[in-house]
T-cell receptor, first 111, second 111 residues
Framework: GENVEQHPSTLSVQEGDSAVIKCTYS??????FPWYKQELGKRPQLIID?????GEKKDQRIAVTLNKTAKHFSLHITETQPEDSAVYFC??????????FGTGTRLQVTL | DTGVSQDPRHKITKRGQNVTFRCDPI?????LYWYRQTLGQGPEFLTY????????KSRLLSDRFSAERPKGSFSTLEIQRTEQGDSAMYLC?????????FGQGTRLTVV
């Protein structure tokens, strides 16, 4: 089955700096890669996603890139703000059509 | 609220008791997923439905766990003879291929 690895597990950046979170996946048939943000005690919320026929997607301060050959994808957050502090999860949908999640990255944006 | 709804939000039960959780998906979403999340971990896949058909069940799921989705609408997850290791957040997500949206979860504590 699909296996998703995520790095780093924790990331601390100063407000205004950029943050990058990286994930790799194992199933070459995976074709959908969402990113979720989870604040403490709340549900995971879908913030951006990318499909396998696209290399990059941007939505305001967040962007996701996908390298299908290398089987990795990344989340980029620019001009970070304190409200970006949360746990971020990457996921991949493989042939079984189920989402397999990474282990999460705890992002802390300091003032 | 037209999002995914889960009930109850919290459940405390004694070891050995049975518990049942309910998930009401977003209307017309054909896929429904159950995940389990423990502190500091990513959501772990339990099972999923396409309409009323249960298409996959995690190998990690013991026979004490069962899920149903009658008529392809709401779903229930039952845990029989609960154990302390079952304590976790149980998350439901619904999807209209491929975006998946999570409910607020049911936090189970087995004492």
């Amino acid at each position: 089955g699909e296996n998703v690895e995520q790095h780093p597990s924790t990331l601390s950046v100063q407000e205004g700096d950029s943050a990058v979170i990286k994930c790799t996946y194992s199933d070459s048939a995976s074709n959908y890669f969402p990113w979720y943000k989870q604040e403490l005690g709340k549900r995971p919320q879908l913030i951006i996603d990318i499909r396998s026929n696209v290399g990059e997607k941007k939505d305001q301060r967040i962007a996701v890139t996908l390298n299908k050959t290398a089987k990795h994808f990344s989340l980029h957050i620019t001009e970070t703000q304190p409200e970006d502090s949360a746990v971020y999860f990457c996921a991949a949908t493989g042939t079984a059509s189920k989402l397999t999640f990474g282990t999460g990255t705890r992002l802390q944006v300091t003032l | 609220d037209t999002g995914v709804s889960q009930d109850p939000r919290h459940k405390i039960t004694k070891r050995g008791q049975n518990v049942t959780f309910r998930c009401d998906p977003i209307s017309e979403h054909n896929r429904l997923y159950w995940y389990r999340q423990t502190l500091g971990q990513g959501p772990e896949f339990l099972t999923y439905f396409q309409n009323e058909a249960q298409l996959e069940k995690s190998r990690l799921l013991s026979d004490r766990f069962s899920a149903e989705r009658p008529k392809g609408s709401f779903s229930t997850l039952e845990i029989q003879r609960t154990e302390q290791g079952d304590s976790a957040m149980y998350l439901c997500a619904s999807s209209l291929d491929p975006e998946a949206f999570f409910g607020q979860g049911t936090r189970l504590t087995v004492v």
